[in-house]
């Protein structure tokens, strides 16, 4: 962030940070601080905030509030309530991939077993077909993308599908409880 002093108070601008030294120098009358490393540009804070809006950049504001680059405004406590919410769910989300890659290997190991001959290739369109958001093994059959060749052999990749959901079901409730514990801390 570039640390600039207006006339009435300080602010810090953000986001990338050469489009932000290239705002901060397009500003009339600006210098630079060397030793202090701030810029100064004499206008009010509002209105460097209005045109730091207008060019889309992040800016920190007097007493830790936030603006963010599309023109949001957070109150300090706002802003570090919505940090704190974005690094629990990004712990969570890290607990949750965990579980999910731990059934996606699980789910293809089922489906190894069930059928060992079949190739790596096969294993992976099978995975994608339990893995499909818009409907599973049901739509892939009613699709023409699949054709069982038995009804134990159906029942059989069902069985494993449900314990494949099983496991994402379980990955949700991980996630919940890290976000759980995490708050809690606070």
Same mark, same amino acid.
């Given at each position: 962030?570039?640390?600039?002093?207006? %006339?009435?108070? %300080?602010?810090?601008?953000?986001?990338?940070? %050469?489009?932000?030294?290239?705002?901060?120098?397009?500003?009339?009358?600006?210098?630079?601080?060397?030793?202090?490393?701030?810029?100064?540009?004499?206008?009010?804070?509002?209105?460097?905030?209005?045109?730091?809006?207008?060019?889309?950049?992040?800016?920190?504001?007097?007493?830790?509030?936030?603006?963010?680059?599309?023109?949001?405004?957070?109150?300090?406590?706002?802003?570090?309530?919505?940090?704190?919410?974005?690094?629990?769910?990004?712990?969570?989300?890290?607990?949750?991939?965990?579980?999910?890659?731990?059934?996606?290997?699980?789910?293809?190991?089922?489906?190894?077993?069930?059928?060992?001959?079949?190739?790596?290739?096969?294993?992976?369109?099978?995975?994608?077909?339990?893995?499909?958001?818009?409907?599973?093994?049901?739509?892939?059959?009613?699709?023409?993308?699949?054709?069982? %060749?038995?009804?134990?052999?159906?029942?059989?990749?069902?069985?494993?599908?449900?314990?494949?959901?099983?496991?994402?079901?379980?990955?949700?409730?991980?996630?919940?409880?890290?976000?759980?514990?995490?708050?809690?801390?606070?």
């Amino acid at each position: 962030m570039i640390q600039v002093r207006c %006339s009435d108070d %300080s602010v810090k601008v953000g986001g990338d940070f %050469s489009a932000a030294l290239a705002f901060v120098k397009a500003q009339p009358g600006r210098r630079y601080d060397a030793a202090a490393k701030v810029w100064i540009v004499p206008v009010a804070s509002r209105d460097l905030l209005r045109a730091a809006s207008a060019s889309h950049l992040p800016v920190e504001l007097p007493g830790g509030g936030h603006q963010t680059r599309y023109g949001n405004g957070y109150s300090a406590d706002e802003w570090q309530a919505l940090r704190r919410e974005q690094e629990v769910n990004r712990a969570a989300e890290k607990a949750v991939a965990a579980v999910a890659g731990d059934a996606i290997a699980q789910l293809r190991a089922d489906l190894a077993e069930l059928m060992p001959q079949a190739t790596a290739k096969q294993i992976d369109y099978l995975v994608g077909l339990i893995t499909d958001e818009d409907g599973g093994l049901d739509a892939a059959e009613m699709a023409g993308r699949i054709q069982f %060749s038995s009804p134990a052999r159906k029942a059989a990749l069902i069985a494993i599908a449900d314990r494949y959901y099983g496991r994402l079901n379980q990955a949700d409730a991980v996630f919940q409880a890290a976000r759980e514990a995490a708050m809690d801390q606070d």
